[in-house]
């Protein structure tokens, strides 16, 4: 499995030149590294490499792999090249009826993106005496289809959200659209950081709102140019690049 050292490598470096070019330390941006298509084995290697944070899309999947990976890192406890704990970041659409089982295994949820969704989580927050980060997801390039709340009425959305107390807002999650286009691709990020940076001056706001979540294989580069925060990458870690 050298190839996901080498992606590892190669995607780090893409990183830090993107953050160059537009003058941005690479402290300030992170990557959850994405799982959805990965094997057990794939997945332990980038953990052995060092990566802690990890992204599912699909809720009982999610909370299966949680399990196995954590039973892998208690055997292998007392090997000093693994970490105690890995993180997990829901980035994908939740059903309702699935939250209870998801809030407490994840350290951010990066899909908030309906009232409906919000009152759920935080009933079962209030229930189970814990606190939920979570990302607003917004559809910034308003394509229909698509998931997330619409730019129009992710400020009341979020107001909404600070109101309810036990849900921790971290900031905002976006999708560029599906396509080789770099200049929508780079519209939809822009647009994404107007959001943020609206909401972010917005008096109800708390300092720990800081996250732009945007940006995947195909489009990282670009996010980090326009001031992503957290990038989401999967297939350009698990896919052997010698096609
Ligand atoms: C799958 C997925 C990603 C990662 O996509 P890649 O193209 O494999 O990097 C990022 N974000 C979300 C919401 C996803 O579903």
């Known amino acids: 499995m050298q190839y996901i050292k080498d992606n590892l490598e190669i995607v780090k470096e893409n990183i830090e030149r993107a953050c160059n070019r537009v003058g941005r330390d690479t402290d300030s941006v992170s990557t959850v590294i994405v799982t959805k298509t990965a094997s057990a084995e794939q997945i ?7 990566y802690t944070e990890l992204g599912e899309n699909r809720q009982p999947h999610l909370k299966e792999v949680a399990i196995a990976i954590e039973a892998f890192l208690a055997e292998n406890r007392n090997n000093p090249d693994l970490p105690k704990k890995v993180n997990w970041h829901m980035i994908g659409h939740m059903q309702r009826n699935k939250v209870k089982q998801i809030i407490p295994i994840v350290k951010i949820v990066h899909s908030l993106d309906t009232l409906r969704l919000a009152e759920e989580i935080s009933e079962n927050c209030r229930k189970m005496e814990i606190k ?6 917004i559809n910034c390039s308003e394509e229909p289809q698509k998931y997330g709340i619409p730019v129009g009425a992710a400020m009341h959305l979020a107001e909404q959200i600070y109101s309810m107390g036990n849900i921790e807002l971290l900031g905002i999650m976006t999708m560029a659209p599906f396509t080789d286009d770099e200049i929508v691709i780079r519209n939809t990020f822009t647009r994404a950081k107007e959001v943020f940076d609206d ?14 979540s945007m940006g995947m294989s195909n489009d990282y580069q670009i996010a980090v140019e326009e001031g992503a925060t957290i990038l989401r990458i999967g297939s350009a870690i698990f896919q052997p690049q010698d096609k």
Do not use: D, S, Y
């Open 199 to 212: 909401i972010k001056r917005q008096r109800f706001i708390g300092a720990e709102f800081q996250h732009l």
């Open 132 to 137: 939920t980060r979570a990302l607003l997801q």
């Open 44 to 50: 332990k290697e980038v953990i052995k490499l060092g």
